[in-house]
Protein backbone atom coordinates (compact mmCIF):
# COMPACT_ATOMS: atom_id res chain seq x y z
CA UNK A 1 0.00 0.00 0.00
CA UNK A 2 0.91 3.56 -0.52
CA UNK A 3 3.10 5.32 2.21
CA UNK A 4 3.70 8.80 3.12
CA UNK A 5 6.90 10.35 4.77
CA UNK A 6 6.44 14.27 6.28
CA UNK A 7 9.43 15.99 7.07
CA UNK A 8 10.17 18.15 9.17
CA UNK A 9 7.95 16.94 12.33
CA UNK A 10 8.08 20.86 13.80
CA UNK A 11 9.00 24.14 12.29
CA UNK A 12 9.17 27.18 13.58
CA UNK A 13 9.33 30.27 11.18
CA UNK A 14 9.78 33.96 12.36
CA UNK A 15 6.46 36.03 11.26
CA UNK A 16 6.69 36.76 7.41
CA UNK A 17 8.80 34.04 6.73
CA UNK A 18 8.69 31.30 4.29
CA UNK A 19 7.71 28.04 5.67
CA UNK A 20 8.33 24.49 3.20
CA UNK A 21 7.27 21.41 4.00
CA UNK A 22 7.75 17.84 2.54
CA UNK A 23 6.19 14.72 1.45
CA UNK A 24 7.80 11.44 -0.19
CA UNK A 25 5.05 8.96 -1.31
CA UNK A 26 5.77 5.35 -2.31
CA UNK A 27 2.56 4.17 -4.94
CA UNK A 28 3.41 5.51 -8.18
CA UNK A 29 0.05 5.35 -9.14
CA UNK A 30 -0.84 7.91 -6.72
CA UNK A 31 -1.78 11.01 -8.52
CA UNK A 32 -4.04 13.38 -6.04
CA UNK A 33 -2.05 15.33 -3.47
CA UNK A 34 -4.13 17.05 -0.71
CA UNK A 35 -2.74 19.77 1.69
CA UNK A 36 -4.70 19.89 5.25
CA UNK A 37 -4.42 22.34 8.06
CA UNK A 38 -5.52 21.23 11.49
CA UNK A 39 -6.12 23.50 14.23
CA UNK A 40 -6.06 22.29 18.02
CA UNK A 41 -9.46 20.36 18.70
CA UNK A 42 -10.68 20.88 15.16
CA UNK A 43 -10.93 18.26 11.84
CA UNK A 44 -8.15 19.09 9.24
CA UNK A 45 -9.42 21.67 6.88
CA UNK A 46 -8.24 21.29 2.96
CA UNK A 47 -6.23 24.18 1.91
CA UNK A 48 -4.59 23.07 -1.43
CA UNK A 49 -4.25 19.99 -3.57
CA UNK A 50 -2.37 19.12 -6.77
CA UNK A 51 -3.28 16.44 -9.10
CA UNK A 52 -0.80 14.66 -11.21
CA UNK A 53 -1.15 16.57 -14.22
CA UNK A 54 0.54 19.93 -13.01
CA UNK A 55 3.71 20.58 -11.49
CA UNK A 56 2.68 23.57 -9.51
CA UNK A 57 -0.39 24.92 -7.97
CA UNK A 58 -0.94 28.72 -6.29
CA UNK A 59 -3.14 29.81 -3.99
CA UNK A 60 -2.11 33.13 -2.19
CA UNK A 61 0.51 32.95 -0.43
CA UNK A 62 0.17 28.57 -0.28
CA UNK A 63 1.65 27.06 -3.12
CA UNK A 64 2.16 23.66 -3.59
CA UNK A 65 5.00 21.70 -5.60
CA UNK A 66 4.81 18.32 -7.46
CA UNK A 67 7.66 16.14 -8.60
CA UNK A 68 6.22 12.67 -10.04
CA UNK A 69 9.44 11.44 -10.92
CA UNK A 70 10.91 11.89 -7.49
CA UNK A 71 7.51 10.92 -5.69
CA UNK A 72 8.23 13.80 -3.94
CA UNK A 73 5.77 17.19 -3.44
CA UNK A 74 6.02 20.33 -0.73
CA UNK A 75 3.81 22.73 0.53
CA UNK A 76 5.40 26.24 0.33
CA UNK A 77 4.01 29.46 2.95
CA UNK A 78 5.16 32.21 1.94
CA UNK A 79 5.03 35.57 4.56
CA UNK A 80 3.70 33.57 7.03
CA UNK A 81 1.42 35.12 9.61
CA UNK A 82 0.70 34.12 13.35
CA UNK A 83 -2.82 32.35 12.21
CA UNK A 84 -0.64 30.15 9.92
CA UNK A 85 0.22 28.50 13.15
CA UNK A 86 -0.86 24.69 13.20
CA UNK A 87 -0.23 20.99 12.49
CA UNK A 88 -0.21 20.48 8.27
CA UNK A 89 -0.93 17.18 7.00
CA UNK A 90 -0.23 15.71 3.13
CA UNK A 91 -1.71 12.84 2.05
CA UNK A 92 -2.12 11.12 -1.18
CA UNK A 93 -4.37 9.21 -3.15
CA UNK A 94 -5.45 8.13 -6.64
CA UNK A 95 -8.58 7.92 -8.48
CA UNK A 96 -10.57 4.61 -8.37
CA UNK A 97 -9.12 4.44 -4.83
CA UNK A 98 -10.66 7.04 -2.91
CA UNK A 99 -9.24 6.60 0.52
CA UNK A 100 -5.98 9.13 1.78
CA UNK A 101 -3.19 7.97 3.06
CA UNK A 102 -1.41 10.75 5.42
CA UNK A 103 1.92 11.80 6.57
CA UNK A 104 2.64 12.20 10.36
CA UNK A 105 2.00 16.16 10.37
CA UNK A 106 4.35 19.38 10.77
CA UNK A 107 3.77 20.94 13.87
CA UNK A 108 4.57 24.99 12.23
CA UNK A 109 5.04 27.72 14.52
CA UNK A 110 5.16 31.26 13.67
CA UNK A 111 7.03 33.23 15.55
CA UNK A 112 5.47 36.77 16.58
CA UNK B 1 -23.71 25.67 8.02
CA UNK B 2 -23.45 23.25 5.66
CA UNK B 3 -20.06 21.47 6.00
CA UNK B 4 -19.95 17.97 7.42
CA UNK B 5 -20.98 17.32 11.67
CA UNK B 6 -20.26 14.77 13.79
CA UNK B 7 -22.21 13.78 17.22
CA UNK B 8 -21.05 13.80 19.58
CA UNK B 9 -18.07 16.17 19.62
CA UNK B 10 -16.71 14.26 23.20
CA UNK B 11 -17.61 10.71 24.44
CA UNK B 12 -16.05 8.98 27.75
CA UNK B 13 -16.58 5.56 27.91
CA UNK B 14 -15.81 2.50 30.49
CA UNK B 15 -13.87 -0.49 28.86
CA UNK B 16 -16.39 -3.08 28.00
CA UNK B 17 -19.14 -0.62 26.65
CA UNK B 18 -20.73 -0.08 23.33
CA UNK B 19 -20.73 3.74 21.68
CA UNK B 20 -21.91 4.69 18.75
CA UNK B 21 -20.79 7.76 16.22
CA UNK B 22 -22.93 9.73 13.85
CA UNK B 23 -21.62 11.60 10.78
CA UNK B 24 -24.04 13.99 8.79
CA UNK B 25 -22.16 14.99 5.01
CA UNK B 26 -22.41 17.57 3.29
CA UNK B 27 -25.62 17.48 1.33
CA UNK B 28 -25.95 15.78 -2.05
CA UNK B 29 -22.29 14.66 -1.15
CA UNK B 30 -22.10 10.56 -2.35
CA UNK B 31 -18.99 9.71 -0.74
CA UNK B 32 -18.42 9.30 2.88
CA UNK B 33 -15.55 8.15 4.96
CA UNK B 34 -14.23 7.57 8.54
CA UNK B 35 -10.59 7.99 9.58
CA UNK B 36 -9.46 7.88 13.28
CA UNK B 37 -6.76 9.59 14.07
CA UNK B 38 -4.38 9.22 17.09
CA UNK B 39 -2.18 11.60 19.41
CA UNK B 40 0.35 13.31 17.39
CA UNK B 41 -0.84 10.67 14.10
CA UNK B 42 -2.09 11.46 10.89
CA UNK B 43 -5.70 9.98 10.25
CA UNK B 44 -5.78 6.41 9.24
CA UNK B 45 -8.69 5.34 6.98
CA UNK B 46 -11.09 3.27 8.34
CA UNK B 47 -14.25 2.55 5.82
CA UNK B 48 -15.81 4.45 2.76
CA UNK B 49 -19.41 4.26 1.05
CA UNK B 50 -20.23 5.27 -1.82
CA UNK B 51 -24.23 6.17 -1.21
CA UNK B 52 -25.37 3.49 0.82
CA UNK B 53 -22.34 1.19 -0.45
CA UNK B 54 -19.62 -0.01 2.00
CA UNK B 55 -17.18 -0.23 -0.40
CA UNK B 56 -14.01 -0.70 1.25
CA UNK B 57 -12.65 -1.52 4.82
CA UNK B 58 -9.38 -1.12 6.67
CA UNK B 59 -7.93 -4.33 8.28
CA UNK B 60 -7.94 -1.79 11.24
CA UNK B 61 -11.62 -1.55 11.29
CA UNK B 62 -12.14 -5.31 13.75
CA UNK B 63 -14.94 -7.11 14.01
CA UNK B 64 -16.04 -5.05 17.29
CA UNK B 65 -16.23 -2.08 15.02
CA UNK B 66 -19.00 -1.72 12.22
CA UNK B 67 -20.31 1.72 10.01
CA UNK B 68 -23.38 1.56 8.21
CA UNK B 69 -24.93 4.47 5.93
CA UNK B 70 -28.63 2.75 5.97
CA UNK B 71 -30.03 5.66 3.13
CA UNK B 72 -26.76 7.10 2.15
CA UNK B 73 -27.68 10.39 3.75
CA UNK B 74 -25.99 10.08 7.78
CA UNK B 75 -23.24 7.35 8.90
CA UNK B 76 -23.05 5.86 11.93
CA UNK B 77 -19.97 4.13 13.52
CA UNK B 78 -20.27 1.74 16.44
CA UNK B 79 -17.89 0.32 18.37
CA UNK B 80 -18.39 -2.81 20.98
CA UNK B 81 -17.00 -3.95 24.12
CA UNK B 82 -14.92 -1.19 24.01
CA UNK B 83 -10.81 -1.46 24.84
CA UNK B 84 -8.31 1.38 25.91
CA UNK B 85 -6.54 1.35 22.37
CA UNK B 86 -9.86 2.57 21.16
CA UNK B 87 -9.39 6.14 22.15
CA UNK B 88 -8.44 8.02 19.67
CA UNK B 89 -10.53 10.97 17.22
CA UNK B 90 -12.92 9.53 15.34
CA UNK B 91 -13.04 11.66 11.96
CA UNK B 92 -15.97 11.54 9.04
CA UNK B 93 -15.40 13.29 5.81
CA UNK B 94 -17.36 13.75 2.54
CA UNK B 95 -16.92 14.10 -1.23
CA UNK B 96 -19.42 14.48 -4.09
CA UNK B 97 -18.69 12.80 -7.57
CA UNK B 98 -18.05 16.49 -9.04
CA UNK B 99 -15.35 17.51 -6.79
CA UNK B 100 -12.76 14.83 -7.66
CA UNK B 101 -11.46 13.34 -4.76
CA UNK B 102 -11.72 16.18 -2.34
CA UNK B 103 -12.65 15.71 1.31
CA UNK B 104 -14.28 17.92 3.70
CA UNK B 105 -13.65 16.84 7.22
CA UNK B 106 -15.54 17.42 10.18
CA UNK B 107 -14.42 18.69 13.42
CA UNK B 108 -14.43 15.05 15.00
CA UNK B 109 -15.51 12.70 18.28
CA UNK B 110 -13.15 12.24 20.69
CA UNK B 111 -13.52 9.09 22.45
CA UNK B 112 -12.00 8.36 25.59
CA UNK B 113 -11.82 4.67 27.09
CA UNK B 114 -11.22 4.62 30.55
Avoid at chain 1, 14 to 29: F, L, M, N, P, R
Avoid at chain 1, 45 to 69: F, H, M, P, Y
Avoid at chain 2, 4 to 28: A, L, M, W, Y
Avoid at chain 2, 69 to 87: C, H, V
Wanted: aromatic content about 10%; proline content about 4%.
Amino acid sequence: GENVEQHPSTLSVQEGDSAVIKCTYSDSASNYFPWYKQELGKGPQLIIDIRSNVGEKKDQRIAVTLNKTAKHFSLHITETQPEDSAVYFCAASYFGNEKLTFGTGTRLTIIP
Amino acid sequence: DTGVSQNPRHKITKRGQNVTFRCDPISEHNRLYWYRQTLGQGPEFLTYFQNEAQLEKSRLLSDRFSAERPKGSFSTLEIQRTEQGDSAMYLCASSGASGGNEQFFGPGTRLTVL
